[in-house]
């Protein structure tokens, strides 16, 4: 920082000792010294108080990172990634399943008109109430 050599140290402990005199010289430097370490103390507390008020800061915005990341997660929808990820293909998926829905069957006699119910399914015969009986009454000779 400063560039100070052996003999600008040597004049200038010269100056002080003819300014301050040999007899009150140590009690000057020994106060001098006090005062820097006394400075030096407050400059080291300062840095201190700074450093961990940017800690803290870094703790608030890594908080702040999980909150949002955690809000991602909870708002995963993968289906929804890959219909924006591939808007086309799930759009012909979706044209082709609504035409096959919407084409109707060809004319046939057994098939129910377009726009008419459903015919109620028929009922299917208990194979257990059927096992006893035969059909040798109702008209076969055997």
Known sequence: MFD???TEL???AVVMILVVGPKDLPRMLRTFGQTLGKVRRMANDFQSTFNDALREAEKQADISDMKAAAEKAANFDPLGDITKAYPQKHAGAAA????ASQTTPAASDDAPAAGAPDPA???VADPDKTAGQTTAGKGDTA
């Open 121 to 123: 399914p028929e009922p």
């Open 96 to 99: 082709k399943a609504q035409a």
């Open 4 to 6: 100070i050599g052996w």
């Open 10 to 12: 040597l004049v200038v």
